[in-house]
């Protein structure tokens, strides 16, 4: 059956960095999009990143030229590097499988189908 789990999370000092990883089976993971998306205490899930099939990347506002999404199709694997990390980044992060062939891929939340269980990132000093 279809399985996403993420792993990766932890507790960091502003500035800090953390890599995510998503790991997928189940399906063919070069044949899907993956979004990572995060809910923090109190607010809705949000889009943070996600990657199509040809690598065409996403990212929110909030995280461009601090996060990093790549994918390893032979290690089944989906990667959410995360540098210079703020307070505000802190939230449980999922990762998603989108629920069509991903050739593009959104923050839309009905457009994935699958997701992990989540993987709790803190940054506080």
């Known amino acids: 059956q279809v399985q996403l789990v993420e792993s990766g999370g932890g507790l960091v000092q502003p500035g800090g960095s953390l890599r995510l990883s998503c790991a997928a089976s189940?399906?063919?993971?070069?044949?899907?999009?993956i979004g990572w998306f995060r809910q923090a205490p109190g607010k809705e899930r949000e889009g943070v990143s996600c990657?199509?099939?040809?690598?065409?990347?996403t990212y929110a506002e909030s995280v461009k030229g601090r996060f990093t999404i790549s994918r390893d199709n032979a290690k089944n694997t989906v990667y959410l590097q995360m540098n210079s990390l703020k307070p505000e980044d802190t939230a449980v992060y999922y990762c998603?499988?989108?629920?069509?062939?991903?050739?593009?891929?959104?923050?839309?939340?009905?457009?994935?189908?699958?997701w992990g269980q989540g993987t709790q990132v803190t940054v506080s000093s």
């Open positions: 189940g399906f063919t993971l070069d044949h899907y999009a």
């Open positions: 998603a499988k989108s629920r069509r062939y991903g050739i593009t891929c959104s923050f839309r939340r009905n457009e994935y189908d699958y």
């Open positions: 990657i199509s099939i040809s690598d065409g990347r």
